[in-house]
């Protein structure tokens, strides 16, 4: 099939593009609207039902109005909603479904750190929380919740934070929780050098090897750790860069997120740079790299190579996706901003932005689209949706 649902979330409005991989285009189709802004989505993985976490705020910003909904996704990659929403204690930063496709786990890192696990029904709606038999230590900054492959055990992706003037840093880890029947247990703690300088934000797993790659958003590096069925390495088999000038680095540069090929053959990562100056009264891009990173994975070892910096023409790419052929790359800019383009002050929109896959893993621009994010509004979250 040569189209393809893509969803785009700005705010609280889930809109329907559908994505010709022949041509690399995309062609709008209709808008929903959620219970409230969009903070991350997740397909099922062998049934066509999206599960959509909503809360009324954003990053560090009280909620009292959080949920996760259920949407069917019919044949041409329309949404319905499916069965009742359930509320969430906090905001919801990231949620994923285990491999089996029986629980959603919804991950907390304001005003506390947590985890939420809700069981899901035989038709695919949204069951009650299950019970856990204590409060599991997600750390300082949860960013990312996933279950490993062998649904074993679940990854709490603890970010950290720099130190600040008034307070000294919370180091990052990769925290796992052996997981059965939806419950959770304590685990391991992975955290090299003790986490200080260890900012991990999101992981993704090999489709087909032992291997899980990490990306650091305090540090911009790439990890590559070897995993067992319920187990992650002590300390990363392979770190390398993600910048292409790491000797200039801002402090506003910020590792992304990152996705593995479909073929297993290469891994991308977002670099992501927002800082601006003041120039005639008008906030403008200050600087820094803006980008997809490009690794291809060695088939024996697992080891990243550097192949591109592919420029994304757009500032601070908190999403994207790869389509399940594996052909086409689409990425998601969070919000405009204006840059200083050949001495012109020129506006940057929010947008998202095709590009082909080459057989080497490299990225070839194809189309851009700008998307509204008028009064402040994000582009939070993007994802393509295999509708079978």
Not at 58 to 85: C, E, K, M, Q
Not at 126 to 143: K, L, M, R
């Amino acid at each position: 099939m040569s189209l393809i649902p893509l969803f785009s979330a700005v705010d609280d409005t889930l809109t329907r593009y559908d994505l010709d991989v022949a041509s690399a285009t995309l062609t709008r189709r209709e808008s929903i609207r959620t219970a409230a802004k969009v903070q991350y989505a997740w397909r099922h993985p062998h049934r066509p039902y999206l599960y959509v976490a909503t809360s009324a705020a954003g990053p560090r910003v009280p909620s009292d109005f959080n949920h996760v909904s259920a949407y069917r996704i019919d044949h041409g990659g329309s949404l319905t909603r499916h069965g009742p929403s359930r509320p969430l204690e906090r905001r919801a930063v990231h949620i994923c479904v285990d491999p089996d496709g029986k629980y959603l786990l919804s991950a907390h890192n304001f005003p506390r750190s947590g985890l939420t696990v809700h069981a899901l029904l035989e038709d695919g709606t949204i069951g009650e929380p299950v019970t856990q038999g204590g409060v599991p230590d997600c750390g300082a900054y949860p960013h990312q919740v996933r279950v490993l492959p062998s649904a074993q055990a679940a990854l709490i992706v603890d970010r950290g934070n720099h130190a600040r003037p008034d307070k000294t840093e919370d180091p990052g880890a990769l925290r796992l929780f052996p997981f059965s029947h939806g419950v959770l247990s304590p685990g391991e703690v992975i955290a090299p050098d003790r986490g200080y300088g260890f900012g991990p934000r999101h992981v993704d797993f090999h489709p087909t090897r032992p291997w899980m790659y990490v990306s650091d958003e305090r540090t911009n590096q790439l990890y590559m750790f070897r995993v067992t069925d319920s187990t992650i390495a002590s300390e990363p088999a392979y770190r390398c860069s993600l910048l292409e000038t790491p000797d200039r680095v801002d402090a506003r540069q910020l590792g992304g997120p990152i996705h593995v090929h479909p073929s297993g053959r290469y891994v991308y990562v977002a670099n992501r740079a927002d800082r601006t100056e003041e120039i005639d009264g008008q906030k403008v891009f200050a600087g820094g790299e803006n980008s997809i990173a490009v690794f291809r994975i060695d088939p024996s070892t697992g080891e990243p190579t550097l192949v591109q910096h592919a420029d994304t023409r757009s500032v601070h790419v908190r999403t994207f996706a790869c389509d399940p052929t594996g052909r086409l790359l689409v990425t998601a800019s969070i919000k405009p901003l204006a840059a200083n383009v050949e001495g012109e002050i020129k506006p940057i929109p929010a947008a998202l932005t095709v590009f082909r896959v080459h057989d080497d893993g490299s990225l070839a621009y194809a189309h851009q689209y700008p998307i509204d994010t008028h009064d402040g509004q994000l582009q939070y979250w993007m994802g393509i949706v295999a509708v079978a």
